[in-house]
């Protein structure tokens, strides 16, 4: 018997950096791209990459970096199962990641949260412990906390949930100070929102072929907060393209301080679709990857997609249109 699941990259629609400070949201939307695994019985656990075959024994002592999340989550589901009395069973993890490009470029979708989500989703199945979505979503971040690795959260349920949603940051400090942790899966988590949204307005997505690592993090001014909040409250409420733009500015504004943020490419990226009278912005923290343009005229698509080809930019065709 196999058990197979796949989970989708995601892409912040507006609401990044906001969605840092808890209490406060961003729009997170999946997309048609996926990290996928096999799970079957074995005698031994191990995980197969790319046709290599890590025993979970080894993983352990010497773990390659892009395994260490599912390593992590392996370990914490054994250890909820004990609470359970459940004896883990053996299995063999296959993954194939198609959220890397073919040059082995990752394309900022959330890889790591996917992992993560993956292979929560198929133990889940796999030890038939029905738990339900918020479950493995808290889950997902205690495993992050471990690995001392926290974001937002907004990729997280994304992903897990795989639907558009309003996502509201948790309160990092009680999490923070929390001793406990699987005690924390059965009870509300302060200021946490996760509302699933139906429909959302048609993107396009750029990627822009690079990824850089920020030199230095900076404090963000407590006035972005206020002002990103009302920009992704009204966007919310109404899908006007204005507040993408006005966000844009806001981000702009952020990069003056995180140097380095707005790449070449993604300026680039902006100002080409601003021509054509197209809202765009970036989608996640800058340094490269991905941009996004909302397009209310099809008709413009084939333009937008020239402009970007001459910007080095990559037309990814992975924003799901059966909202």
Same mark, same amino acid.
């Given at each position: ?52 075959? !890590? ?142 949204? =139906? ?87 800058? !340094? ?16 937008? =997609? ?18």
């Amino acid at each position: 018997m196999k058990w197979h699941e796949k989970v989708a990259g995601k892409l912040y629609i507006i609401g990044e950096y906001n969605v840092l400070k808890s209490g406060h949201g961003a729009i997170v939307a999946p997309v048609n791209l996926f990290l996928q695994g096999t799970l079957t019985l074995n005698g031994h656990t191990t995980i197969i990459e790319n046709n290599i075959a !890590y025993p979970l024994d080894v993983l352990q002592n010497d773990c390659p970096h892009q395994l260490e999340n599912t390593l992590a989550t392996i370990n914490f589901f054994n250890e909820y199962l004990a609470t359970l009395k459940i004896k883990p069973k053996h299995f063999a993890l296959t993954i194939e990641n198609n959220l890397i490009s073919d040059e082995q470029i990752k394309y900022g979708l959330g890889s790591s949260a996917a992992a993560i989500v993956l292979t929560l989703k198929l133990l889940n199945q796999f030890h038939a412990t029905n738990l339900s979505a918020l479950i493995l979503f808290k889950m997902a971040v205690l495993i992050q906390k471990r690995r001392g690795i926290l974001s937002s959260g907004g990729d997280l349920a994304a992903t897990l949930f795989d639907m558009p949603l309003y996502y509201v940051r948790y309160d990092v400090d009680w999490l923070t100070n929390e001793t406990r942790e699987f005690p924390l899966l059965q009870i509300d988590w302060p200021l946490l929102k996760i509302r699933l949204l =139906t429909k959302l307005p048609t993107f396009v997505v750029g990627w822009t072929k690079e990824t850089i690592k920020p030199k230095h993090n900076c404090t963000i001014d407590p006035t972005f907060f206020t002002k990103a909040q009302t920009l992704v409250d009204n966007y919310r409420f109404t899908y006007d393209e204005i507040y993408i733009r006005k966000y844009q500015a806001l981000l702009e504004e952020l990069s003056l301080a995180k140097k380095g943020m707005m790449t070449d490419r993604l300026r680039a990226l902006v100002t080409s679709a601003a021509s054509l009278g197209i809202a765009a912005k970036i989608s996640g923290a800058g !340094y490269g990857d991905c941009g996004i343009a909302q397009v209310s005229d099809p008709a413009k698509i084939q333009a937008l =997609t020239k402009l970007w080809h001459n910007e080095h930019i990559k037309v990814l065709n992975i924003w799901r249109k059966d909202r």
